[in-house]
């Protein structure tokens, strides 16, 4: 099945993740301008008003972009939306994304059928994140245009699968727009993640060490310092399973290797007591050790273009 047209102009296959406080309107310009999919989640614009001040930016600053630079468009955003019942906002925010046109649609934690439509009803496409073949299945029986498929090692709620099962398992039925998330922090990741059938890479930790990113210097740095060993795994901050850097863990007085059990009881997404997951407790995929310094989203965009053309040309000199 061919994508859906406003993929044509991306300059690598490449979907910025939403992160949690991290994402706002300056990452997602800088992402868009650079010539990938930005995102950020709905919920990071507080008060919620703030949501129509951030879309009207982004629109108004991606549409000046394209009229000045017509060679070289920016790409499309993306809006994500938690469908989880403790967000109270979510209709709300769907109603000033349909005002805006929101292109892309991401949801989270549920998939909600008369969602899908809204999305539909206004233009926009909907995926949907998933971390195993059934929930797949479910997204796509209520209306997802296409999955992002959260495998093992990803940044933040993650699964607990393979990558190459994962997505083996979706493509053997579904043909149409599929994200890969999972340790996917340099251009030759991206080239791995399209030839075992994703469409697009979809990477967070990276653009947490970004000038533009909305993180704590402290985060920054933990990322640049941080290696695939000091990411945790745990379902106490929120009651979902994700990944988090061990330092931030034991700066909240915690012992990440003798973490208590959590439950959907502790979902919270910017409320409940301290340590607050996202806020003290900081998220981050296993592919940090590619990450070297705190610099520019278009420099770190660069590099990935660089390194996946660099890997095509191997392969292509291998035949």
């Given amino acids: 099945m061919p994508l859906p047209a406003l993929f044509d102009h991306l300059a690598l296959p490449v979907i910025g993740s939403p992160l949690f406080i991290i994402s706002g309107p300056d990452l997602v310009i800088a992402q868009c301008k650079a010539g990938i999919v930005g995102s950020f989640p709905a ?11 951030w879309l009207h930016r982004i629109t108004q600053e991606l549409a000046a972009h394209n009229r000045d630079h017509p060679e070289r468009p920016a790409a499309p955003f ?32 549920g998939a909600r059928e008369e969602l899908n439509r809204a999305v539909h009803g206004w233009g926009g496409i909907a995926l949907h994140d ?8 479910k997204a ?6 296409g999955l992002i498929a959260v495998a093992a090692g990803a940044g933040g709620h993650a699964g607990r699968l393979s990558p190459f099962a994962l997505v083996g398992e979706i493509r053997q039925w579904f043909d149409g727009p599929l994200a890969l998330s999972g340790s996917i922090a340099t251009g030759g990741a991206v ?17 947490i060490a970004t000038d533009e990113a909305n993180a704590d210097d402290g985060y920054k740095a933990g990322i640049v310092a941080g290696r695939a060993s000091d990411i945790v795994y745990s379902n106490l901050f929120t009651g979902v399973h994700g990944n ?31 340590p607050k997951a996202w806020k003290d407790i900081w998220g981050s995929g296993q592919g940090i050790g590619a990450v070297t310094a705190v610099e520019p ?4 965009i660069d590099q990935l273009k660089r390194e996946y053309d660099a890997a095509r040309g191997r392969l292509l000199a291998d035949r």
Avoid at 43 to 53: F, I
Avoid at 81 to 108: G, Y
Avoid at 194 to 206: K, L, T, V
Wanted: hydrophobic share 45%; net charge negative; proline share 5%.
């Fill in 191 to 207: 080239l791995a993640a399209r030839a075992m059938g994703a469409d697009f890479a979809y990477i967070g930790s990276p653009f």
């Fill in 130 to 137: 998933i971390i195993d073949d059934r929930f797949a299945r």
């Fill in 297 to 300: 989203v278009a420099a770190r």
């Fill in 244 to 274: 988090y850097l061990r330092g931030s863990i034991t700066a909240a007085g915690l012992d990440p290797d003798n973490l208590p059990e959590g439950d959907l009881a502790t979902m919270s997404f910017g409320g409940g007591t301290a």
């Fill in 43 to 53: 919920l990071n614009a507080r008060p919620a008003a703030l949501l129509d001040e």
């Fill in 78 to 109: 993306a809006v994500n939306q938690i469908v989880h019942k403790s967000n109270d906002r979510l209709e709300q925010d769907l109603t000033i994304c349909a005002k805006w046109r929101v292109p892309i649609t991401i949801t989270s934690l």
């Fill in 140 to 145: 796509i029986e209520k209306g997802a245009d």
